[in-house]
T-cell receptor, first 114, second 117 residues
Framework: AQSVTQLDSHVSVSEGTPVLLRCNYSSSYSPSLFWYVQHPNKGLQLLLKYTSAATLVKGINGFEAEFKKSETSFHLTKPSAHMSDAAEYFCVVSDPGGSYIPTFGRGTSLIVHP | NAGVMQNPRHLVRRRGQEARLRCSPMKGHSHVYWYRQLPEEGLKFMVYLQKENIIDESGMPKERFSAEFPKEGPSILRIQQVVRGDSAAYFC???????????????FGEGSRLTVL
């Protein structure tokens, strides 16, 4: 069985400071991992994905994430937050060798203060 | 290249009526997923379909809910005799065909927001 836990329901940062959104996963196989962003009343947009290539993955809008198998983590980071980064972020796990249904975390709301 | 198209974007129904939500996947995509999102919650899987086949419906309520993805036309999520608890955003996502299992990468529509009065 696969699952994903987003450790913070809300993260608040000041504009220009680093962002860290935490995600831990559970998987019986070698997982694929994704981060999606959702702005209010919009659909979800893929930020980045890990599919067993390089463990440090770079995505759009300056975001990146590092796959750490020993810690079963896939935390999302950005060096400097922009006001436009304020949104809901979802960590997603998919087991290509097991259940192929992507499983979503509950989401982390990123709040950016001026 | 149009993305995933969902309609209607907003739908209001009274208790007991039927709701039909439509989803046209991206061109060339043959896998469709439906998810439901309640306020302050993540996305909950409902059903996974390929053309003319339901592959996994483990997240669908046993009654009142059904889904199809016909050979021609959009995928339809149908909710009969709606109740207030059905009020939610319903998202459709598609993924391209692969030689093996799907990769898990999804392309989302903007959602259909159902309000039941």
């Amino acid at each position: 069985a696969q699952s994903v836990t987003q450790l913070d329901s809300h993260v608040s940062v000041s504009e220009g400071t680093p962002v860290l959104l935490r995600c831990n996963y559970s998987s019986s196989y070698s997982p694929s991992l994704f981060w999606y962003v959702q702005h209010p009343n919009k659909g979800l947009q893929l930020l980045l994905k890990y599919t067993s290539a390089a463990t440090l993955v770079k995505g759009i809008n300056g975001f990146e994430a590092e796959f750490k198998k020993s810690e079963t983590s896939f935390h999302l980071t950005k060096p400097s937050a922009h006001m436009s980064d304020a949104a809901e972020y979802f960590c997603v796990v998919s087991d290509p060798g097991g259940s192929y249904i992507p499983t979503f975390g509950r989401g982390t709301s990123l709040i950016v203060h001026p | 290249n149009a993305g995933v198209m969902q309609n209607p974007r907003h739908l209001v129904r009274r208790r007991g009526q039927e709701a039909r939500l439509r989803c046209s996947p991206m061109k060339g995509h043959s896998h469709v997923y439906w998810y439901r999102q309640l306020p302050e919650e993540g996305l909950k899987f409902m059903v996974y379909l390929q053309k003319e086949n339901i592959i996994d419906e483990s997240g669908m309520p046993k009654e009142r809910f059904s889904a199809e993805f016909p050979k021609e036309g959009p995928s339809i999520l149908r909710i009969q005799q709606v109740v207030r608890g059905d009020s939610a955003a319903y998202f459709c996502a598609s993924s391209p065909p692969t030689s093996g299992r799907p990769t898990g990468e999804l392309f989302f529509g903007e959602g259909s927001r159902l309000t039941v009065l």
